[in-house]
């Protein structure tokens, strides 16, 4: 591969490694725990429908439900005992999540799934069996239990297994599972609604079984995740683990990052009490809010419920049960929806899209309820009405079932550092099974009360929980699990609680290489922290972070926007040059936090043309003393600092340049030479720069980390420069708005400039090759577009 192929997936790219079939395998047989949790879900909404199970354990509703034809159909199931039996479970659920996660944290997530699986095989067994109303509580407190634990340790257990850009994909496996789980029961009820006795109720319940043992036998045939073993002490494991799910031998980076995470998860004794610092409070919020809200948005009504209000809408018994099988399956097919977009479109704007659906049908079912029933909940549906409600309530759990339902468990999984994850990961299931018990327990006299209106309710919260998703939820697709402090720090409410140190130079490094930060950070101050990063200890030391980044990476980034216009800092002394605005330091600077400053700060030695104490004051950022502060900028002797990536300003000064009312697109692009090894000719230089990318390749750039090692040391011995092509590529019609594109690729590249990776003193050692000026009198066109590619080479 071209692009020197050791990041063989591409695209976003973040750590080594590709995605195997064995960690595929593994996430979907984990996954199955969701499978228990979906089946009790909808196999008590038709057990609880079903005369002879009424009769036997709840003879009151019964009699209630039978006269209750020509009354108040809103209150037609308002039992507390009959909620307390669907309700009750999640009590035991939200109680054993927090055992869970002492047991997921010191013994692993494995031996918590087996354990969740067991006890809720148990519980399922006294259901079926039940004599009386106390075992059949005592069962379903068992199945909380078993729930509990596999809540807990699933969604983590799939989190920390998952590469990067799949980690949503494979995460919702668990809700995907659940809604299986839900459609399964649906159907089992729907065939035993029909039997006569009690093998109806009993073979419901019994069934539960079915999941549980494929659940636990799956979980006893898994490994546990390398973030865990690595939590455990068990680093040899955990590194031969993450070679097998990633894949690929060299997994350095990842499992550097793994390392510093549970070193610092180490450090934390009281995850509990850690949990309530500052520094947590974005996540904690989060974890509770994400939960909170999934439950608010009235789901469970419909799953817990759905043939009872199916029944209550006037449907017949067996029109009621078919009504949740289609709901049922909706959920699936719907789930299934999020699967292949998550990773691609981002979790917000799942979030916001499935948000805005649910709000307009949770209204058109309120209004049409509402029509036929009135205030008084008399009258009936016509057969019409009927379908139109269910139309709606079918949209409205697609809408739920590709945001919220399997994005309340991925994002609050995915948010947490290490040190604290087990434990967010319990407030978040015990925040979910807290409010779906109270909205299981509550439902049937809300509907009572509240009527129609029900629905509005739901609504309303619906639309709190989309404006929540809107201003404070930062996108976390792609991002790697042990980096998503950055995400935090970047946030524009959440940054101010996230300390700097809590975003290192290797989070940096790593960061840049997953591409999530391309989008926020223009392409100068990328190619900065890039050069940061190659000067800093991280590639003396443990070189393979910077130099596979070096090798592989193509930051091709389009900071050409909207906003930009003119404050493109390579363009700098150009611009100062022929009398154009000089950037301010707000310009260059506002967006960006701190440490990213200090950074830069610190690559150039303070002898840039910043003025950074104005700077600090500028962006209101706080004393540079706070910058310099931090120990991971502070570590550069002086005869590391770099100069522009670009150059010395003096190259700079005769660079090509356009004309001020033109716009600038600077394309970065840093490429690795791959084919140059020692004695071999330099690549000449192009105007394309994939010839200089893609020059013989050397036989062992993708086979790992060895042979790029030595390249890199050869590499350093050599020297090395920087190109800068210039070139016209676009005149700009102004009056149109359209681009035409004009060839003008002939210019001549100029002067080869140093490497900007390499130490100064290292490039001084570089003979100049000599100086070539392009010379394009068209430049003075105001309509016309320069573009700039840098590229990395060596000779
Ligand atoms: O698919 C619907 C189901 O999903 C959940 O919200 C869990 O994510 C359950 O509470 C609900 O019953």
Redesign the pocket.
């Known amino acids: 591969m071209a692009g020197g192929g050791v990041v063989s997936h591409g695209g976003s790219g973040e750590y080594e490694g590709r995605v195997t079939g064995f960690v595929v395998i593994t996430c979907l047989v984990a996954a199955t725990g969701g499978l228990i949790?979906?089946y009790d879900?909808g196999i008590s909404g038709g057990v609880t429908s079903m005369d002879q199970f009424l009769q036997k354990f709840f003879p009151d509703v019964y009699e209630k439900e039978k006269n209750a034809i020509a009354g108040n159909q809103y209150c037609k199931f308002n039992s507390h005992l009959l909620t307390l039996f669907t309700s009750s479970l999640y009590l035991a659920a939200l109680i054993a999540s927090f055992f869970a996660a002492a047991t997921t944290r010191a013994f692993g997530r494995k031996i918590s799934m087996v354990v969740g699986g067991t006890i809720f095989l148990i519980g399922a067994i006294l259901n079926g069996a039940a004599q009386n109303v106390l075992m059949l509580i005592i069962g379903r407190l068992l199945l909380g239990v078993g729930i509990g634990y596999a809540n807990q340790s699933v969604p983590v257990y799939l989190a920390e297994m998952a590469p990067a850009k799949i980690r949503g994909a494979l995460n919702i496996g668990f809700?995907m599972a659940?809604?299986i789980g839900?459609s399964a029961a649906n159907l089992v009820n729907y065939g035993t609604g029909q039997m006569k006795g009690d093998y109806g109720w009993r073979i419901s319940l019994g069934l539960a079984a079915v999941p549980a043992i494929i659940m636990t036998v799956g979980a006893i045939f898994l490994p546990d995740t390398p973030n865990s073993l690595i939590e455990r002490g068990q680093t040899h494991q955990a590194r031969e683990m993450l070679q097998k799910i990633r894949g690929v031998d060299d997994v350095n980076a990842e499992f550097q990052d793994l390392i510093d995470a549970s070193e610092a998860s180490r450090q934390i004794e009281h995850p509990w009490r850690n949990i309530m610092e500052l520094k947590y409070r974005p996540h904690l919020v989060i974890v509770c809010f994400i939960p909170f809200f999934?439950?608010l948005t009235g789901?469970?009504v419909i799953?817990?419920y759905a043939p009872v209000l199916f029944k209550t809408l006037g449907f017949g018994d067996n029109a009621s049960l078919m009504s949740a099988v289609i709901t049922g399956l909706v959920?699936v097919v719907a789930?299934l929806v999020s699967v292949f977009t998550v990773d691609k479109f981002g979790r917000r704007f799942l979030f916001l899209q499935g948000g805005i659906q649910m709000i307009i049908c949770q209204i058109a079912v309120g209004c049409i309820v509402g029509s036929v029933f009135g205030v008084k909940g008399e009258g009936t549906f016509s057969k019409g009405m009927g379908d139109i409600a269910l139309t709606f309530i079918c949209l409205y759990v697609a809408a739920?079932?590709w945001s919220?339902?399997?994005l309340?468990?991925l994002v609050p999984s995915e948010i947490f550092p290490l040190e604290i994850r087990s434990a967010g990961q319990s407030i978040n299931v015990s925040v979910?099974m807290f409010f779906?018990f109270i909205i299981g327990q509550a439902f049937l006299s809300m509907l009572c009360q509240m009527k129609f209106g029900l629905f509005f309710f739901f609504a309303g919260f619906v639309l709190i929980m989309t404006l929540f998703v809107y201003f404070l939820l930062p996108e976390t697709k792609n991002v790697p699990i042990e980096e998503m402090n950055r995400v935090w720090k970047a946030h524009w409410f959440w940054g101010k609680y996230i300390p700097d140190d809590a975003v290192g130079v290797h989070a940096s490094t790593s960061y840049i290489k997953s591409g999530a930060i391309s989008s926020d950070l223009s392409g100068e101050i990328l190619n900065l922290l890039i050069s940061q990063a190659r000067s800093s200890r991280l590639l003396q030391g443990e070189g393979d972070v910077a130099e596979d980044f070096l090798l592989n990476s193509k930051s091709d980034i389009r900071r050409f926007s909207k906003e930009e216009k003119g404050k493109d800092i390579a363009m700098d002394t150009n611009l100062n040059q022929n009398n154009m605005r000089r950037p301010s330091p707000h310009d260059l600077f506002s967006g960006l936090d701190p440490l990213e400053i200090a950074l830069i700060k610190d690559t150039f030695c303070d002898d840039f043309f910043f003025d950074w104490e104005t700077i600090a004051k500028t962006l209101g950022k706080g004393d540079l003393a706070i910058m310099d502060e931090n120990p991971v900028t502070n570590n550069n002797p002086p005869e590391q600092c770099q100069t522009m990536p670009w150059g010395p300003s003096s190259d700079l000064n005769s660079s090509v340049v356009s004309d001020p009312s033109s716009s600038f697109q600077s394309v970065f692009s840093v490429n690795g030479d791959k084919g140059v090894d020692s004695g071999k000719e330099a690549p000449s230089w192009s105007n394309d720069l994939s010839e200089a990318n893609g020059g013989e390749l050397g036989e062992g750039v993708t086979s790992g980390a060895t042979h790029k090692k030595s390249q890199a040391k050869e590499k350093s011995d050599l020297g090395s420069y920087t190109k800068k092509v210039c070139r016209l590529s676009r005149f700009k019609d102004e009056a149109s708005s359209t681009d035409i594109e004009v060839d003008k690729s002939d210019i001549q590249p100029e002067a080869p400039l140093h490497d900007p990776f390499e130490p100064i003193a290292h490039a001084k050692e570089i003979p100049k090759p000599e100086h070539h000026l392009p010379v394009v009198s068209d430049l003075d066109n105001p309509l016309l577009e320069a573009r700039c590619e840098f590229s990395y080479g060596v000779f």
């Open positions: 949790f979906g879900i809700q659940t809604t839900i999934q439950q789901i469970n799953m817990f959920n789930t739920f079932a919220w339902g399997p309340g468990w979910n779906t």
